[in-house]
């Protein structure tokens, strides 16, 4: 069964500090998508950042990185240079074919101080 | 370009009482379309994802069902909320070639 897992409930990070949110999934698809979505208190989904398990290169968007270790099946987020409106909560998820549900993991809050 | 809709932004219902939240899609064709819940603090779970016109399947057995009465619109109902059914309500779609788009939601409080 595919399915995410993400550890840490809360993180905290000073500002302009680099913090790595961790998430691992368990699949047994070759071909698969991973997502990392940025929740605010608002409540709307922003998405951050993606990896194909195909793609041999992490993938990065500004000052999001994707950590991603295939054996270890590991696709940690790396916020580099924190700021305060990054505190928001964090979700990983999943997808296993093109066009299917997203899986998603618990979530970690990160909160950001100055 | 693409845009998703999702109404009403807040809802206070009592239990008992029906529900029916409405999701749009604009500027796509056929995309895939879900309804997600999400409790206070929790993460999110699938309860409804629609690949056509008509055709819903359903992850999880509860007191809500989904319709998709239109290519681009997707609604989801209850004819008697439960206080469990509080929450938060995510529309989303996708498409090939696209990743995946969330609504703004609706926070549902059942009183």
């Known amino acids: 069964a595919q399915k995410i897992t993400q550890t840490q409930p809360g993180m905290f990070v000073q500002e302009k500090e680099a913090v790595t949110l961790d998430c691992t999934y368990d699949?047994?698809?070759?071909?698969?998508?991973l997502f990392w979505y940025k929740q605010p208190s608002s409540g709307e989904m922003i998405f951050l950042i993606y990896?194909?398990?195909?793609?041999?290169q992490n993938a990065t968007e500004g000052r999001y990185s994707l950590n991603f270790q295939k054996a270890r099946k590991s696709a940690n987020l790396v916020i580099s240079a924190s700021q305060l409106g990054d505190s928001a909560m964090y979700f990983c998820?999943?997808?296993?074919?093109?066009?299917?549900?997203?899986?998603f993991g618990k979530g970690t809050t990160l909160s950001v101080s100055s | 370009s693409q845009t998703i809709h999702q109404w009403p932004a807040t809802l206070v219902q009592p239990v008992g009482s029906p529900l029916s939240l409405e999701c749009t899609v604009e500027?796509?064709?056929?995309?895939?379309l879900y309804w997600y819940r999400q409790a206070a603090g929790r993460g999110l779970q699938l309860l409804f994802y629609s690949v056509g016109i008509g055709q819903i399947s359903s992850e999880v057995p509860q007191n809500l069902s989904a319709s998709r009465p239109q290519d681009r619109q997707f609604i989801l109902s209850s004819k008697k909320l439960l206080l469990s059914d509080s929450g938060f309500y995510l529309c989303?779609?996708?498409?090939?070639?696209?990743?995946?788009?969330f609504g703004s939601g609706t926070r549902l409080t059942v009183v």
């Open positions: 998820a999943m997808r296993v074919q093109a066009g299917t549900a997203l899986i």
């Open positions: 989303a779609w996708s498409a090939r070639f696209y990743g995946y788009t």
């Open positions: 699949t047994s698809d070759q071909s698969y998508g």
């Open positions: 990896q194909g398990s195909y793609d041999e």
């Open positions: 500027g796509t064709s056929n995309p895939n």
